[in-house]
């Protein structure tokens, strides 16, 4: 609960108890903040206990921290009822990203000019080469109708 709590953090929390309340009265204050939160923890468990059992038997394993959206989703990745590591591992990035600079430069993708190419890279663009300009008379086509 006080995980991030420093012991310098924490004798300053006592002296200002002592303090605040005086020696007198403090064991009593703790004695009232200690009930206070057993009481909202049973408050609590009793909350989570009634509503597994208003969900029914078919929620028997639910679990409330799998309504933190993180939690939820790193235990479906964990099942993978769906085949989402297959998915995730038959795309590969540095591949599609080629073939779009590829398709972008209007050049032929590395994969179907096969092996014969003798500076393939391996699906890898060369980014210290400059891209092929195309020729200054190379305009596109003009259509009247468009403008």
């Keep these: ?9 924490l004798v300053t929390l006592v002296v200002l108890a002592v303090l605040v309340f005086g020696p007198d009265k403090l064991p009593k204050v703790i004695q ?8 909202i923890r049973e ?32 235990k479906q990745l964990d099942n ?8 995730r591992n038959g795309f590969d990035l540095k591949k599609e990203m080629a ?6 430069h209007g050049r032929e993708p590395e994969s179907a000019s096969g092996s ?3 500076g393939s890279t391996g699906g890898r663009v060369d980014m210290s080469k400059k891209p092929e300009t195309p020729a ?11 403008t």
């Design 116 to 118: 014969s190419a003798s």
């Design 43 to 74: 408050f609590s468990d009793s909350a989570k206990q009634d509503i597994r059992q208003e969900l029914g038997p078919e929620f028997k394993d639910f679990e409330f921290e799998d309504l933190n959206p993180k939690t939820f989703i790193r």
């Design 80 to 87: 993978d009822e769906l085949g989402l590591k297959e998915i």
């Design 32 to 39: 009232d903040v200690t009930r206070t939160i057993r009481k």
């Design 99 to 104: 073939e779009v600079t590829d398709a972008v």
């Design 1 to 9: 609960m006080f995980n991030d709590i420093g012991a310098l953090e």
């Design 136 to 146: 200054i008379d190379a305009r596109p086509p003009f259509d009247a109708d468009a």
